[in-house]
């Protein structure tokens, strides 16, 4: 019994034509099945990923993190309930919309719905993206992470680590709480920052192209998308990305190259790097904040801090080193 990624997100809207617009052309999902008041989109061979209804309000709904089977589900549901949860257990016209066989849904103790699930349906067409990208990183890694942030870690994480059976892959204590979650290889699918606030902080697509980075980062400042965090590189799962607001209000990251961890075989530890190798400058902090974190950059720059970056068949060319300095460095292992 374990959950095995994020599988869908439920999202509120103020407006189904922003969506409508930012969706496809910035991010390249494939907008379907749309109706007045509601807006499916793929990302994948499945058939919805994200389900958008205009309802007037703004951040997510509804988390959905897949399970393998009915009999995994059902062990959840009563291992929830023997914990004192209020488990609701969906019925079929909820599981349609969700494009699943069958879910239960609760909320966790700050008040976010989660809904666990099994069986989602696979698309008979092929994903047609929004825009010419080359692919999402999906399949058994979950639709990205989503970040939360939350009044007091100590209320939220529990429920996460101990009753759902995520794992800690790492956390920061200073300035701020922080601590990030894996279910599978993914560095996280999930993240929880104490900011005093509950909310919905942002939702990382990872793509499988390094160039589709940068065209949505230069479609991004010629659509006059606000940038929220600007390109950089995070020091913890090595994502290369930037960040833009949502019509939703939470920031979507749009990020490459992300690393793997092995779940069976990881130490948590604490982060004392930042949280950015470099780059990442967050467009709402304060010239103070500001300079604490220009601080951790220099540092990073100073100590030379360098990741090697994560590739996929497919999406790069390995070279020849054909260079005698670089080999004998790489030959003493650095
Ligand atoms: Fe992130």
């Given at each position: 019994m374990r959950i095995l990624g994020l599988g869908y997100l439920g999202v509120n809207a103020e407006s189904l034509s922003d969506w409508l617009d930012f969706g496809?052309?910035?991010?390249?999902l494939q907008a379907v099945d749309k109706t007045g008041k509601t807006l499916a989109f793929r990302m994948?061979?499945?058939?919805?990923r994200l389900h958008v209804e205009e309802n007037g309000r703004t951040s997510m709904e509804y988390f959905g993190w897949e399970v393998r089977d009915s009999a995994a589900l059902h062990a959840f549901a009563a291992h929830l309930e023997g914990h004192g949860y209020h488990v609701i257990y969906g019925e079929r016209w909820l599981a349609d919309q969700r494009c699943v066989t069958e879910l239960v849904w609760l909320l966790d103790p700050a008040g976010n719905r989660v809904e666990l699930f099994h069986g989602a349906e696979i698309a008979a067409a092929p994903f047609v993206p929004g825009?010419?990208?080359?692919?999402?990183?999906?399949?058994?890694?979950?639709?990205g992470h989503a970040v939360l942030t939350c009044e007091k870690m100590s209320d939220l994480l529990p429920f996460y680590t101990?009753?759902?059976?995520f794992g800690v892959s790492d956390y920061v204590l200073e300035p701020f709480k922080a601590y990030f979650l894996h279910?599978?290889?993914?560095?996280?699918s999930l993240a929880l920052v104490e900011t005093g606030q509950r909310g919905v902080h942002h939702l990382m697509m990872e793509l499988m192209h390094f160039d589709d980075i940068g065209h949505a980062y230069d479609l991004a400042h010629q659509r006059g998308d606000e940038i929220g965090v600007t390109l950089g590189r995070h020091s913890n799962d090595h994502m290369t990305s930037f960040y833009t607001h949502s019509p939703s209000k939470f920031m979507i990251e749009y990020g490459w190259g992300g690393r793997e961890i092995d779940p069976n075989d990881w130490q948590p530890f604490e982060l004392?790097?930042?949280?950015?190798?470099?780059?990442?400058?967050?467009?709402?902090?304060s010239d103070e904040a500001n300079e604490v974190a220009h601080a951790m950059l220099r540092r990073n720059a100073d100590a030379g801090l360098r990741r090697p970056v994560n590739v996929m068949p497919g999406n790069h060319r390995q070279m020849s080193a054909n260079c005698g300095w670089w080999d004998s460095l790489v030959r003493n292992g650095r």
């Open positions: 496809p052309n910035l991010l390249g994948d061979d499945r058939r919805q825009r010419n990208i080359g692919g999402f990183r999906t399949g058994a890694m979950g639709l101990e009753i759902l059976g279910v599978n290889p993914r560095h996280h004392t790097e930042g949280p950015s190798i470099w780059g990442h400058n967050r467009s709402w902090l």
